[in-house]
């Protein structure tokens, strides 16, 4: 008991370390998702940057449709995104080709322009195709590349992991002899640590707790089966072992071992959304990605999910990518919250911050949207509409994501960038 | 406050196979004209049983047990379903909870919206119509009445005519009031185009120029009415149909910006003209003999025509109106005193148990005709315990007979399970289940309610006939009046194909759907959840309903349509003055919405009061412990969450049903159900804390820390308003 206690405590100064070096987990990079509508393309995410730093709840929020599901989906590979990258723990997990394959159209595009005009300065035919060629190599060699991370990154993985158990136990067991009872053992463990380790996944270490908990549990599987799906697919097959591992999150997450036996339509919807964080936890992620995970469930349930994500992240040291829309349950448990609208990132910073200091007028109306419990101060409160077009002029200067105060991210033009510079240094 | 709905001692059960889930367990609440009301609680609570009751959509398996919901003098629960079809949509509407599967997958939204606008406007101008000619009809009988003279006599001839007079140029006032109405509404339509066209010019950001312009132009020319806009309009439009040719091109509309702006202004001035007054003036054209002499502006036009009017016949048909509303009251008074003597004769009889059910049912037969004779079918507030006095009391006769003193069958499975039960509890176990009683009616109280059915009306007609000089003659008449004209407009109100588009694009973008016009063409699969939802809600308010039942419609949205949602249904509540139920679990919605508040817990209510009682000194456990467990933007400690889960209602607990997991449980609680003890007039609570013997227990610190963080933030006292703890 007091080992576990001892352990946790470590867990915290580790995590609280973690956190005061600013180690990053996560890192997306110019992140643009877009889907074809027929003749249109629908921008979902434009352009996205942020870093989640380990041991942090990172809360992203936003209305319905601004692209904040379409983030967390396409960085756990469930889209493949059109451009930017996605480093996890320093590894890029995806990476879209779309900006490659555009620069290599503007080029060419400036080659047939450039070759059409006539008269005195006749260009240069063979220098203009030369110059187009480079740029058209350069692109393909960066395309190659982020093919080959996009979709080998897994494999690459687990070839190290197979690269490593065959350095521990290869030259042990060409030392011993083969007649030596304990070489069949060794060869047993060596044999099955090395198809672990061929399955291993880097994705695995990042988990996703769906909104709904009644559409994303199977219906027809028994919650040990759902919990341990993960597990079998990365080969563990000794039952006793998938056992023991199910009865041990199930208590981590407050339900008890009768419950494994049961189907999903058997619970309540606060027991359904814990045996969804549970089926993420036993895989030992780095990385959860919440999307929405409270907004279908009554207040009180609520509370008791909070709660129970609040409770696994002190005690698993869990970085968590926090999506929904209830700004009042976010910020009660995130660290860093970004706002999101239309598919654009229009202001990153800490959670007390945002709600001191707002600055961009998206975030100004999403705070004076928020209900709270208190009839008078309702009946009083107004609410400041957001119009992009009238708030803002971009006609000229186009907006860009820039660092308005230390840790404090707005995206803004200069004249905007100035304003909101003043605005925080008169506080 | 005028009473829009009653809901009296409901009971609602479920069958099921596992046995009878008692959903509602007796709840009785008001709604007033123009309030709305929070029902609050988890899921489970019976918060959705209890409304789709009033809306008669009860699941197949549901049973309703015992109650009355009373709406224009109506039993929501007797009425029959072709009764209910006439009320579903259009007076009473509900916003659902699942949007998924209110909209029809294989039509295109568009087509959704418009069509309950459009189906429901010929429906309401249809009933207008009936509604109007009977009252008409009726007032002529009256006013024949008060005269004492026969219908075809000379003096009812004249009668007759002055009621066809009204009835001819009535007729004549709806046909003008309808272009006058068509010509305002496309002008106020095309100032919002013109409007959100230069802005958009403005900015650089126009979309479909060819279709707004083709709109623009169209709706332009429709506003062209001798009263609204002169023929000046055309020109202009025209003006600015030239000077946009080629800026499709070219991508630069600035040279359409003065015609627009001209336009927008000749606009402008038509809508701000006074309309004239069509009642006065469909009487001039139809009874006068001269010409309409040229006033210079519509002010005195409308003052000449009101006195034209007066002087030849609205003062005299006001008088004989007002003759004949005092002698339908009259009438009805002295019918009201006969049925009294006689009910009171006919007492004695439903007292005798000794009779069998043929004879009751004729007693009732000759009190219903009498009860029915009795009402005053001019009076404008219906009198519902007249109305439903019919259906009431043969639904009391039946369950007195349906009962029997026996019940062979139910007793037979009674005596089975008792002994299976007393099985169990002999071999020293403690069962897990209780044994449902055998459903024997109890006689006796079956009985009573018979009696009660006819002491209730005699009681409400003894205070009606006590207070007969309570009666104002002339506010009467112009009511009577007014309520004429009302429906005649009603009739007037005509919603076209266009006029229903143009409504809907408007409503699409209340609700917050970016692109209407683009969207007003999709079918529902191409929509998100928030999106489906709001159209879902659209269509709810395009119906303009009397009562507007939200079950959960925002749960689902985020924050800004949450409030833009919110505000919408406050906006039109204020301008329809509508009541609605609202159904939520989230309280911070509810401080906005709501008047008044009812939480809900396993089917009672548990605690009721307005909204300041209930967020500012909550009484009852479960209240404190729904506000305690949900995190505001100040909460920085862990949240308290309720241990456990609602009980099972199949078995519902002796006692408080929150007793389980209460954690200020006292033993009493287990043991007998609270009363709902008064702590103000507003403000009650089902929990044995407000007994006077009971310990005095502090509200939980989270709560009472956001109830002071809240009179800080709003200035108020704290020391006036404290009622918590054991006092009464």
């Not at chain 1, 990365?234 to 591992?245: A, F, N, Q």
């Not at chain 1, 999101?340 to 998206?362: R, W």
């Not at chain 2, 219906?382 to 019940?407: E, L, M, Q, V, W």
């Not at chain 2, 989270?702 to 009179?711: F, L, P, T």
Request: proline fraction near 4%; charge should be neutral.
């Amino acid at each position: 008991m007091s080992e576990q206690v001892l352990n946790q405590q470590e867990v915290l100064l580790q995590q609280e370390n973690a956190v005061a070096q600013g180690e990053t987990l996560l890192k997306v990079e110019n992140l643009c998702q877009y889907f074809k509508l027929g003749h249109s393309t629908l921008k979902a995410v434009n352009n996205v940057n942020f870093e989640v730093k380990k041991g942090e709840v990172f809360g992203l929020v936003g209305e319905s449709g601004c692209g904040k599901t379409t983030t967390g989906r396409s960085i756990i590979k469930l889209y493949n995104c059109t451009s930017g990258n996605v480093y996890f723990g320093g590894k890029r997990i995806c990476a879209g080709t779309g900006a490659y394959k555009e620069t290599k159209k503007a080029a060419f595009n400036a080659m047939v322009e450039a070759l059409k005009a006539k008269g005195d300065d006749k260009p240069d035919f063979k220098a203009e195709v030369a110059k187009y060629l480079a740029v058209a190599k350069e692109e393909n060699a960066k395309i190659k590349s982020a093919k080959h991370d996009h979709n080998k990154c897994d494999k690459e993985y687990a070839k190290e992991h197979v690269a490593a158990v065959k350095a521990e136990y290869l030259p042990k067991l060409k030392a011993m002899d083969k007649k030596d009872p304990e070489y069949k053992a060794l060869l047993f463990k060596y044999l099955k640590e090395y198809r672990l380790a061929r399955k291993e996944r880097l994705v695995t270490k990042i988990q996703m707790v769906f909104q709904d908990p009644i559409a994303s549990l199977d219906p027809r599987m028994t919650v040990k089966e759902i919990i341990a799906e993960g597990l079998i697919i990365k080969g563990i097959r000794d039952k006793e072992v998938l056992e023991e591992k199910v009865y041990e999150v199930l208590e981590k997450v407050g339900l008890v071992k009768e419950h494994a036996g049961r189907y999903p339509h058997e619970f309540s919807g606060g027991q359904r959304q814990r045996i969804g964080v549970a089926r993420s936890i036993i895989m030992k992620p780095e990385l959860i990605i919440a999307d929405e995970p409270v907004s279908a469930l009554d207040v009180s349930i609520q509370a008791q999910v909070i709660n129970l994500l609040n409770d696994l992240r002190h005690e698993l040291g869990l970085t968590i990518l926090f999506i929904a829309h209830d700004l009042s349950v976010v910020k009660y448990f995130s660290d860093r919250i970004a706002v999101m609208y239309f598919g654009n990132m229009v202001e990153l910073t800490t959670s007390e911050e945002l709600f001191k200091n707002p600055l961009h007028p998206y975030t100004k109306s999403l705070l004076s949207a928020i209900p709270l419990p208190d009839p008078i101060y309702e009946k009083k409160r107004e609410r400041i509409v957001y119009n992009p077009l009238a708030d803002h002029d971009y006609t000229v200067d186009k907006p860009s994501f820039r660092e308005v105060a230390p840790g404090h991210f707005v995206s803004c033009n200069d004249a905007e960038f100035k304003k909101y510079q003043e605005i925080l240094a008169n506080k | 406050m005028e009473k829009k709905l009653e809901v009296k001692n409901l009971r609602i059960s479920f069958r099921t196979d596992a046995g009878k889930v008692q959903a509602v367990r007796g709840i009785d609440f008001d709604l007033y004209k123009g309030e709305t009301l929070a029902i609050v609680g988890e899921s489970g609570s019976g918060k959705s049983v209890t409304n789709k009751a009033i809306i008669g959509i009860s699941a197949v398996n549901a049973i309703i047990e015992s109650g009355e919901i009373l709406y224009d003098g109506m039993d929501l629960l007797q009425i029959t379903e072709d009764d209910f079809h006439k009320l579903r949509g259009d007076k009473i509407a509900m916003i659902f909870q699942d949007p998924l599967s209110a909209l029809d997958p294989i039509n295109r939204i568009g087509m959704q919206l418009t069509e309950a606008m459009i189906l429901k406007n010929r429906a309401a101008r249809r009933e207008a119509r009936t509604v109007f000619n009977r009252t008409i009809k009726i007032l002529c009988n009256a006013m024949n009445g008060a005269m004492g003279v026969d219908a075809n006599s000379e003096q009812g001839k004249i009668n007759k005519q002055k009621i066809t007079d009204f009835n001819t140029f009535e007729k004549l006032h709806l046909k003008l009031e309808s272009a006058y109405n068509n010509a305002h509404t496309n002008a106020t339509l095309a100032i919002e185009n013109i409007e959100d066209l230069l802005f958009h010019i403005e900015k650089k950001a126009v979309s479909d120029f060819r279709t707004e312009k083709a709109t623009i132009l169209r709706q332009s020319k429709k506003s062209v009415h001798e009263y609204v806009c002169r023929d000046a309009v055309v020109a202009l439009a025209d003006k600015f149909n030239k000077a946009s040719e080629g800026c499709t091109r070219a991508k630069d509309y600035t040279p359409c910006v003065e015609p627009l702006k001209a336009l927008l202004a000749e606009l402008k001035a038509g809508v701000a003209k006074v309309s004239p007054n069509y009642f006065a003036l469909a009487y001039f054209h139809t009874f006068g003999k001269e010409e309409l002499p040229k006033l210079p502006n519509t002010e005195e036009l409308n003052v000449f025509l009101r006195k034209y009017l007066d002087d030849n016949f609205m003062l005299a048909f006001i008088e004989d109106e007002k003759k004949g509303l005092a002698y339908s009251r009259q009438c009805s008074l002295d019918k009201k005193a006969e049925a009294l003597d006689l009910i009171n004769s006919m007492r004695s009889i439903l007292c005798d148990r000794g009779l069998d059910k043929k004879a009751y049912k004729d007693v009732a037969k000759v009190l219903t005709n009498a009860v029915n004779a009795s009402i005053d079918k001019l009076a404008l507030v219906k009198d519902s315990t007249s109305y439903t006095f019919k259906t009431s009391i043969n639904r009391a006769i039946d369950t007195y007979f349906s009962a029997g003193p026996s019940n062979e069958k139910e007793e037979k499975r009674f005596a089975k399970e008792k002994a299976k039960y007393d099985k169990i509890i002999a071999r020293g176990k403690t069962p897990d289940y209780s044994v449902i009683p055998a459903k024997i009616v109890d006689v006796d109280m079956a009985h009573a309610n018979i009696l009660h059915v006819v002491d209730k009306i005699a009681e409400s007609f003894k205070t009606a006939i006590e207070n007969k000089d309570v009666y104002d003659v002339d506010k009467e008449s112009v009511a009577m009046i007014d309520f004429l004209k009302e429906k005649a407009q009603a009739v007037a109100y005509r919603v076209t194909k266009s006029v229903a588009k143009s409504k809907a694009l408007k409503l699409m973008e209340e609700v917050g759907i970016p692109e209407p016009k683009k969207r007003y063409r999709q079918y529902p699969f191409q929509f998100s959840g928030g999106m489906r939802q709001r159209i879902v809600i659209a269509i709810a308010l395009a119906a303009n309903p009397d009562i507007l039942i939200c079950d959960e419609p925002t749960t689902a949205l985020d924050v800004t349509i949450q409030a833009q949602i919110l505000e919408l249904i406050n906006k039109i509540k204020r301008e329809r003055n509508l009541s609605i139920i609202f159904i939520t679990h989230d309280l911070g919605v509810v401080a906005n919405m709501a008047d008044r508040i009812a939480v809900m817990y396993a089917g009672k209510i548990v605690e009721s009061g307005t909204a300041e009682d209930i967020f500012y000194s909550p009484a009852h456990p479960y209240t404190w412990a729904l506000l305690s467990s949900m995190p505001d933007l100040d909460t920085n400690e862990k949240l308290e969450a309720i241990p456990g889960t609602p009980p099972n209602m199949i078995y519902p607990p002796k006692g408080d049903a929150f007793a389980a997991r209460n954690k200020y449980a006292m033993k009493i609680d287990f043991e007998m159900q609270p009363p709902m003890f008064k702590i103000s007039d507003t403000h009650s609570a089902a929990t044995w804390l407000l007994h006077p013997d009971a310990p005095k227990v502090e509200i939980p610190r989270a709560v009472s820390a956001r109830i002071e963080r809240m009179r800080v933030v709003n200035g108020i006292d704290s020391e006036n308003n404290t009622n918590e703890g054991g006092e009464n």
